[in-house]
């Protein structure tokens, strides 16, 4: 087995996989709103991609293009679209280029995808670059980045909280399509890996 490149979310940051790290599995994980780019990611054949929401999507953007092992995509939203989500995506990014960094955050962590669940991982502005922050939410949301499952036969598990309806449902409908292998965690939300790490890595240590 290669090494695992892992995908962070919106408001992610490369050092969010070090758990994966300490359990021993070989990572490489990019910090895509500071000084990483998408470009960086580089997967041979014999390596995974594991991507979360955002990175999720970036990972399945990815499997168009590249031939890797393995694939696992955490609260991946593949659904079409809500109308008006690329206005709401721009909101946001003009909130996180002008707004007070606490005050933003705190307004993204509000939102009804986290079932108000406290975020298990700390936020601080010197680790991102606000224009990168805003770039992603205009270049790589669902509105923009457009994806093709029927073309993706890599080998995949579909991951999705027990407690986060909608990419539950999204992540069982895909599964099926893709005929890929499906792992709701018990007691989790959107944040699968860091609610849950223990049984997050034994799932994927079954997968690998």
Same mark, same amino acid.
């Given at each position: 087995?290669?090494?695992i490149?892992?995908?962070?979310?919106?408001?992610?940051?490369?050092?969010?996989?070090?758990?994966?790290?300490?359990?021993?599995?070989?990572?490489r994980?990019p910090?895509?709103?500071?000084?990483?780019?998408?470009?960086?990611?580089?997967?041979?054949?014999?390596?995974?991609?594991?991507?979360?929401?955002?990175?999720?999507?970036l990972?399945?953007?990815?499997?168009?293009?590249?031939?890797?092992?393995?694939?696992v995509?955490?609260?991946?939203g593949?659904?079409?679209?809500?109308?008006?989500?690329?206005e709401?995506?721009?909101?946001?990014?003009q +909130?996180?280029?002008?707004?007070?960094?606490?005050?933003v955050?705190?307004?993204?962590?509000s939102?009804?995808?986290?079932?108000?669940?406290k975020?298990?991982?700390?936020?601080?502005?010197?680790?991102y670059?606000?224009?990168?922050?805003?770039?992603?939410?205009?270049?790589?949301g669902?509105?923009?980045?457009?994806?093709?499952? +029927?073309a993706?036969?890599?080998?995949?598990?579909?991951?999705?909280?027990?407690?986060?309806?909608?990419?539950?449902?999204?992540?069982?409908?895909?599964?099926?399509?893709?005929?890929?292998?499906?792992f709701?965690?018990?007691?989790a939300?959107? +944040?699968?890996?860091w609610?849950?790490?223990?049984?997050f890595?034994?799932?994927?240590?079954?997968f690998?």
């Open positions: 087995m290669g090494v490149w892992c995908l962070h979310g919106f408001l992610g940051r490369g050092a969010d996989w070090d758990f994966l790290r300490d359990a021993g599995f070989d990572i994980a910090s895509l709103f500071a000084g990483d780019s998408l470009d960086s990611v580089r997967p041979s054949q014999e390596d995974i991609l594991l991507g979360y929401s955002m990175g999720a999507r990972a399945l953007h990815l499997m168009q293009t590249h031939s890797v092992a393995k694939a995509l955490v609260s991946a593949v659904a079409p679209p809500e109308p008006g989500r690329q709401l995506d721009e909101t946001w990014a +909130r996180f280029e002008s707004e007070k960094w606490d005050s955050v705190e307004a993204w962590n939102q009804a995808v986290f079932g108000g669940r975020n298990p991982l700390t936020r601080n502005e010197s680790d670059d606000r224009k990168k922050l805003a770039a992603a939410l205009r270049d790589w669902p509105a923009v980045l457009h994806l093709n499952l +029927r993706i036969s890599i080998p995949t598990l579909w991951v999705a909280g027990e407690h986060d309806a909608k990419y539950r449902e999204a992540a069982r409908r895909a599964a099926e399509q893709l005929k890929a292998e499906l709701v965690c018990p007691d939300g959107h +944040r699968v890996p609610e849950q790490p223990e049984r890595i034994a799932r994927l240590r079954d690998l």
